[in-house]
């Protein structure tokens, strides 16, 4: 079966400081993936999204970047984080007729 | 432009009580619809789907939803409603042909359950 792997689970960075946040699927190939960022009461941003090795289309412009190294890695990177950037980040895949499934998050807090 | 609105932020209803939590979606194209619930601090859990047909769908843990075309809704019911379904709901719009498979979201609604 399927499984979707975010890390760490929790970060705390200081404003100006690098990042770098995987996702990893396992049990499929060539999926679909997506970065979204959770801010209280505004529902899920849709960051990223790749449909394949080195694909990356932006969603919003902003202070973040995204990779997809191999076929079942996700980054999500930034050379200088800013307050603004704290959240909750998920990862979701997409394996067929336009389902996406997501991983357990990662909760960015920036200080 | 496409949109999701769940108008109610935040719904508290009695354990055993019936739930219905509201919707609506504008969208140009013919729209498939997604219920997620979110427990505090976990991932998006996949509650049911609808792609086309039967316009009731049922889903995991007693939820069904139905889809009214004429009404632009894509509302969530459950009967009964137990204490651990208090959690934050997330309805969810794609479009057949659209970009990447890309979902909208509504911004949530927080169900408080009472005993």
């Known amino acids: 079966s399927q499984t979707i792997h975010q890390w760490p689970a929790t970060l705390v960075q200081p404003v100006g400081s690098p990042l770098s946040l995987e996702c990893t699927v396992e049990g499929t190939s060539n999926p679909n993936l997506y970065w979204y960022r959770q801010a209280a009461g505004r529902g899920l941003q849709l960051l990223f999204y790749?449909?394949?090795?080195?694909?990356i289309s932006s969603e919003v412009p902003q202070n973040l970047s995204a990779s997809r190294p191999q076929d079942r890695q996700f980054i999500l990177s930034s050379k200088k984080l800013l307050l603004s950037d704290s959240g909750f980040y998920l990862c979701a895949w997409m394996p067929s007729r336009y389902e996406q499934f997501f991983g357990p998050g990662t909760r960015l807090t920036v200080l | 432009a496409q949109s999701v609105t769940q108008p109610d932020i935040h719904i508290t209803v009695s354990e055993g009580a019936s739930l219905e939590l509201r919707c609506n979606y504008s969208?140009?194209?013919?729209?498939?619809l997604f219920w997620y619930v979110q427990s505090p601090g976990q991932g998006l859990q996949l509650l049911l789907k609808y792609f086309s047909g039967d316009t009731l769908v049922q889903g995991i843990k007693g939820f069904e939803a139905e889809f009214k075309r004429s009404q632009s809704s894509f509302n969530l019911r459950k009967p009964s409603v137990h204490w651990s379904d208090a959690a934050e709901y997330f309805c969810?719009?794609?479009?057949?042909?659209?970009?990447?498979?890309?979902?909208?979201f509504g911004k949530g609604t927080k169900l408080s359950v009472k005993p």
């Open positions: 790749s449909v394949g090795i080195g694909q």
């Open positions: 969810a719009v794609g479009a057949y042909g659209g970009s990447q498979g890309n979902l909208i």
């Open positions: 969208y140009g194209a013919t729209p498939y």
